[in-house]
């Protein structure tokens, strides 16, 4: 099977298909999704359960700032409902619990102070990095050179404010500060500000699941979306046509949209080969692993003790827990 299009798209999760949509609603018609796996939403996926309802083994939350996939939500006929039980985060550090203050008093443990302190000094660096030219900010070449954890060393003077600060960055990004250029993480917090990372980014979740939202798109787009077709080379590329090869035949294509992790970018073989510097950026793309589990109760047996539910444990592979209410079923969320 051969056939030509204007515009390919290599991807199925809400990446590829909301740029699909995007260019369907320009009228862009001559289109096609190559998808590799046999579903649609990528890293978005509802679990049904037995019991009834569902859980979420992907990406499950939304807040105030992730405008774009809230607008994208409301367009496909998903409504968001209340994410997180309110409540305050308790972190654990050695076999010891503690809610972080927001504002540390004389009374308050040393570590509450230190860790207080390295955020102001931390927010306070993050204004002066320019939203649209990070790379203008003073310095820039020397925060670009430190990493995000070499500044957590510096600016901190116990083990637990820096294990705390340090657990911060790994629940927002999913990754290693000591891997992170401190440049890149003060402009991605700039842009949001770290209380709404950290307190409000899980405030909505999806009715019917986030992954309802790439379904839809797909219901949308119909045959234009193609699974089971792992692209394995794009050849062609600096010209038109480009041809993609996939399991189920050859696509020409006058346009081609990469919508992939960049590591699973190494996947595909392209004819010419990339630039240097982009192959440099897919071999060395880190992501850390995490596992996400469900643990349901018939009863939330932690209210009348814990409020939230919601715990960070710093030192332990039991990284998160937060506590949500779906579909009639009280469900912890456990990620390690």
Same mark, same amino acid.
């Given at each position: 099977m051969s056939f030509h299009v204007k515009v390919a798209i290599v991807g199925a999760g809400i990446s590829g298909l909301s740029a699909a949509w995007e260019l369907y609603k320009l009228g862009i018609e001559s289109l096609v999704v190559l998808e590799a796996n046999s579903r649609v939403g990528g890293r978005t996926l509802n679990h049904p359960l037995v019991s009834g309802g569902y859980v979420e083994h992907g990406g499950t939350w939304a807040?105030?700032?992730?405008?774009?996939?809230?607008?994208?939500?409301?367009?496909?006929?998903?409504?968001i409902k209340k994410g997180k039980l309110e409540g305050q985060t308790f972190y654990g550090f050695r076999q010891k619990w503690t809610m972080l203050e927001a504002s540390p008093t004389s009374e308050s443990d040393i570590a509450q102070k230190d860790f207080a302190q390295a955020m102001i000094t931390f927010e306070a660096l993050c204004r002066t990095v320019p939203v649209e030219a990070p790379w203008q900010a003073p310095n820039a070449?020397?925060?670009?050179?430190?990493?995000?954890?070499?500044?957590?060393?510096?600016?901190t003077t116990t083990d637990e404010a820096r294990a705390w600060f340090e657990g911060c960055v790994r629940q927002i990004l999913s990754g290693d500060p000591n891997k992170v250029s401190?440049?890149?993480? *003060?402009?991605?917090?700039? /842009?949001?500000?770290?209380?709404?990372?950290?307190?409000?980014? =899980?405030? +909505? %979740?999806?009715? #019917?699941?986030?992954?309802?939202?790439?379904?839809?798109?797909?219901?949308?787009?119909?045959?234009?979306?193609? *699974?089971?077709?792992?692209? /394995?080379?794009?050849s062609g590329y600096d010209g038109?046509?480009? =041809?993609? +090869? %996939?399991?189920? #035949?050859?696509?020409?294509?006058?346009?081609?949209?990469?919508?992939?992790?960049?590591?699973?970018?190494?996947r595909i073989q392209f004819h010419p080969p990339l630039p240097p510097i982009h192959h440099q950026l897919i071999a060395e793309w880190e992501t850390m692993s995490w596992?996400?589990?469900?643990?349901?109760?018939?009863?939330?047996?932690?209210?009348?003790?814990?409020?939230?539910?919601?715990?960070?444990?710093?030192?332990?592979k039991l990284r998160r827990s937060i506590s949500r209410r779906k579909m009639g079923v009280k469900v912890s969320l456990l990620d390690c």
């Open positions: 807040g105030p700032t992730h405008t774009a996939l809230l607008a994208l939500a409301k367009e496909m006929g998903v409504s070449n020397i925060l670009d050179s430190m990493t995000m954890g070499a500044w957590i060393e510096q600016n401190l440049l890149w993480m *003060l402009h991605f917090v700039h /842009t949001a500000g770290f209380n709404d990372l950290l307190e409000t980014a =899980e405030d +909505f %979740c999806f009715v #019917g699941g986030t992954q309802q939202i790439a379904l839809n798109i797909a219901e949308r787009l119909g045959e234009r979306v193609l *699974l089971n077709a792992p692209v /394995t080379k794009i038109s046509p480009v =041809e993609l +090869f %996939c399991e189920r #035949g050859i696509v020409f294509a006058q346009e081609v949209i990469v919508a992939m992790m960049p590591k699973t970018v190494a596992i996400k589990f469900h643990a349901i109760y018939e009863k939330p047996w932690w209210q009348g003790q814990i409020v939230s539910g919601h715990f960070l444990s710093i030192d332990t």
